[in-house]
Structures are given as structure tokens and as C-alpha cells.
């Protein structure tokens, strides 16, 4: 927050409140028992739970509603004209969640929601979801895996966690083929071969969907400092990415574009990456 006080564009931001979501709002993707359990369970103190790789406590259910409505706040504010951008820097993360069980640091899938609460409530027609974390957001690919409203893409650490999803071949069933696109990359990639796979895969699929909004799952632990990710990206590619995430957003959107915070544990990598990505978007 410091860091995002001090930047220069700091004078076009206004930090607004987050209300807490609903249960019938969560329920758009989650089973209305898991979520009750989640009550339940961090009210009584809580527990390390291994599928969420994580402990949750007391303060972790309203944290999770917090996380979930931030988005349905920014959405809110940028349907009523205000702005056309919006940044949601919340804990926990979500796109590993899934219908009835926690997953990766994630309890309730923000962005999903936040994608069903648009189609809902908003009465969009077209939404893309771009995901750069550098972990494959199974949570959200299974919620829209059939789905031809929503257009997932993913571009993330091939053969990482989680295990066995977000293969190149996974593209959806139903009415939804087509409408998932995965790009796993190696490890040592850098960040030219990371910008050209955007380029060469990404921006093509978004340009003929044309989506109203885009929707952005952002994870800076793809940053070389970052332990976890384990991967070779600079600072200076987040900007490049936020250049590119306009370009998403260039048609029927409008330049509407909500990004949601999803990875990231290194505090200085997370700092480069957040004041690179946003300032691209900021400067578009």
C-alpha cells in the first residue's frame, strides 16, 4: 500500500470499502453446505485443512466474504459509470476453489463469482477471464468448462500445481469447447517467450470473443524472486502484460477491466509486479 501511495499515478486511484458478499452470492458457484461448513468450522476456531494447504481461523470466513465482495463492489462501481478499471489486492485467493471444497490457499472462487454475479445481475452476455498466475486456476476452468458465455484463459507453469489440469488439449465439453484456452509453459521460460505465447495464443481468442468485460486473475509469484513459482520473470513483464490486458479490453469492453489478486509471496516481487501491471493499465 505504501509503495502504491508513492507511485505516480497514485493521484487516479480511489480506494473505496469492500462489502462482504452473500451466501446466495457465493452460492452462484459453491454448494450452500460447503459453505456453511466453512461458517461453521472457522467460527468454532477453525483447523489446518490439507486441501486448502492452509490453517483457517476465526477471522478467515469474513475475510473470504470480504475477498468475494470486493469484486462485486468494483463491479457495481464501474456499471454505474464511475470508473473503468478496478484492482482487488484481497486474501484468501480463490481460483482454485471449487464447487464444494477448498483448494491451494482458496476458499471461495472470487472470480467466478464475480463472473456469474456480472451474467446475473448485470445481464452481460460475453466475459473473459485471463488468468497469469503462475499456478493453472482449475477452480474457475471447472466452473465454465461448459459454458460458452465465458472465455477462460490460462497461461501458467506447466507440470505445477495444481497436479494434471491445464494441459494445451483441455478446451472444454458441450457448448463450452472452444471456449477454454490453456497455455502451460516451462519453467525457464523468459520473458520474451512469455509475451509471444500471450501474443501468439491469448490475444487472437479474445480479439473474435469480443467479451463486454475483461476479468483478470492476477498471481505475481511468476516474479524470479518468488519461491513458490519458481519461475524466471522480471518486473518489467507485468507491465508488458497490463499492455496486453488492454488490448483485451479494446473492443466491446470498452476498457472495462477488474483484476483480482490471486498469488504472489514475495513482498518486493509483489510491489514491482502490482505498481508494472497497474500502471500499464492505468496509462492506457
Given at each position: ?6 507511485a505516480?499515478?497514485?493521484n ?10 452473500t ?5 452462484y ?5 460447503y459453505i456453511?461448513s ?12 490439507p486441501?486448502m494447504?492452509a490453517a ?7 475475510a ?21 478499471l478496478?484492482?482487488?489486492?484481497v486474501?484468501p ?11 491451494g ?13 456480472l451474467l446475473?445481475?448485470?445481464k ?11 499456478h493453472?486456476?482449475?477452480?474457475t ?6 459454458d ?11 507440470d505445477?500445481?495444481p497436479?494434471?489440469t ?8 458441450g457448448?463450452?469447447?472452444g471456449?477454454t ?15 509471444s505465447?500471450i501474443?501468439?495464443?491469448?490475444l ?12 483478470v486473475s ?14 524466471r ?19 466491446d469492453?470498452?476498457?472495462k477491466?477488474i483484476?483480482?489478486?490471486?498469488g504472489?509471496?514475495?513482498?518486493i ?12 493499465l492505468?496509462?492506457?
Amino acid at each position: 500500500m505504501k509503495d502504491i501511495k508513492n507511485a505516480p499515478w497514485n493521484n487516479q486511484v480511489e480506494i473505496i470499502e469492500p462489502r462482504q458478499a452473500t451466501i446466495d452470492e457465493v452460492a452462484y458457484v459453491h454448494n450452500p453446505k460447503y459453505i456453511e461448513s466453512m461458517r461453521k468450522l472457522c467460527e468454532s476456531g477453525g483447523e489446518f485443512l490439507p486441501a486448502m494447504s492452509a490453517a483457517v481461523g476465526e477471522t478467515t470466513y469474513p475475510a473470504a466474504m470480504y475477498s468475494v465482495g470486493a469484486g462485486l463492489s468494483l463491479a457495481d462501481e464501474i456499471f454505474q459509470d464511475r470508473w473503468k478499471l478496478g484492482f482487488a489486492p484481497v486474501r484468501p485467493p480463490g481460483h482454485h476453489a471449487i464447487h464444494s471444497r477448498p483448494w491451494g490457499f482458496c476458499m471461495f472462487n472470487n472470480i467466478s463469482i464475480l463472473a456469474h454475479y456480472l451474467l446475473k445481475v448485470h445481464k452481460l452476455e460475453r466475459i473473459g477471464i485471463f488468468d497469469f498466475d503462475i499456478h493453472h486456476g482449475n477452480g474457475t476452468e471447472q466452473t465454465f468448462w461448459e459454458d460458452p458465455r465465458v472465455l477462460y484463459c490460462s497461461i501458467h507453469r506447466e507440470d505445477h500445481f495444481p497436479s494434471n489440469t491445464g494441459h494445451w488439449y483441455d478446451k472444454g465439453e458441450g457448448k463450452g469447447e472452444g471456449f477454454t484456452v490453456n497455455i502451460p509453459v516451462n519453467h525457464k521460460t523468459d520473458n520474451q517467450k512469455y509475451l509471444s505465447d500471450i501474443d501468439r495464443y491469448a490475444l487472437p481468442v479474445f480479439n473474435e470473443f469480443n467479451p463486454q468485460i475483461i476479468l483478470v486473475s492476477a498471481g505475481f509469484d511468476g516474479h524470479w524472486r518468488d519461491i513458490i513459482g519458481g519461475m524466471r520473470l522480471t518486473s518489467e513483464v507485468f507491465t508488458s502484460i497490463g499492455e496486453r490486458v488492454r488490448t483485451m479490453a479494446s473492443q466491446d469492453a470498452n476498457g472495462k477491466i477488474i483484476t483480482i489478486l490471486e498469488g504472489g509471496y514475495d513482498l518486493i516481487g509483489n510491489s514491482e509486479g502490482v505498481l508494472g501491471y497497474f500502471g500499464a493499465l492505468l496509462e492506457g
